[in-house]
T-cell receptor
């Protein structure tokens, strides 16, 4: 009954390849995110989707293309992988519960460690 | 743009002592401030959060304070234990921008 699940957990690939990371959440949340965590552990937002619509694209190279087929899924496709893409990629989701309560925590997937060689 | 500064980047304390981590945010529209703990090789997980209409919140050994005027918020861990050792992230969320901006993390080591 994992809340946010990503696949694969590990991904080793050569430069120039194209790869995808899948993310699914069963929390009924409307908003999903992709974060990149580099070797220094910085967590940087890449994309935010709300109700399948792209809300945020944080100056991510267009080699990265998110796709949200429905509210429960947000996949990340990466073209022409580069060495600098090596990082841990986290998917997350969150929800606004009525205006009086506001937003709640972001629930993270277990991460996908991408290594480009 | 939006930014969250976090200090210190590393913190070592003796078991039983207190630990304090401080964050400053820049976006005045931020209204929700969660704190996450990330153990090695694992996902960040929420340990405590605070909303903009509250100045302080406590949960057992963990407390968070918020000063909206100064745009500061802090995490306080009392009676630290070795299992508290991890990387801690503060974050600020603005419902106008649909994103959590994370601080740069604090690596806490609790020495037995």
């Amino acid at each position: 009954d994992t809340a946010v699940s990503q696949t694969p957990k590990y991904l080793v690939t050569q430069m120039g390849n194209d790869k995808s990371i899948k993310c699914e959440q069963n929390l009924g949340h409307d908003t999903m995110y992709w974060y990149k965590q580099d070797s220094k552990k910085f967590l940087k937002i890449m994309f935010s989707y709300n109700n399948k619509e792209l809300i945020i694209n944080e100056t991510v190279p267009n080699r990265f293309s998110p796709k949200s087929p429905d509210k429960a899924h947000l996949n990340l496709h990466i073209n022409s992988l580069e060495l600098g893409d090596s990082a841990v990629y986290f998917c997350a989701s969150s929800q606004e519960f009525f205006r009086t309560v506001g937003w709640t925590e972001a629930f993270f997937g277990q991460g996908t460690r991408l290594t480009v060689v | 743009g939006e930014n969250v500064e976090q200090h210190p980047s590393t913190l070592s304390v003796q078991e039983g002592d207190s630990a304090v981590i401080k964050c400053t945010y820049s976006d005045s529209a931020s209204n929700y401030f969660p704190w996450y703990k990330q153990e090695l090789g694992k996902r960040p997980q929420l340990i405590i959060d605070i909303r903009s209409n509250v100045g302080e919140k406590k949960d057992q050994r963990i407390a968070v304070t918020l000063n909206k005027t100064a745009k500061h918020f802090s995490l306080h861990i009392t009676e630290t234990q070795p299992e508290d050792s991890a990387v801690y992230f503060c974050a600020a969320f603005s419902s106008g921008t649909y994103k959590y901006i994370f601080g740069t993390g604090t690596r806490l080591k609790v020495l037995a």
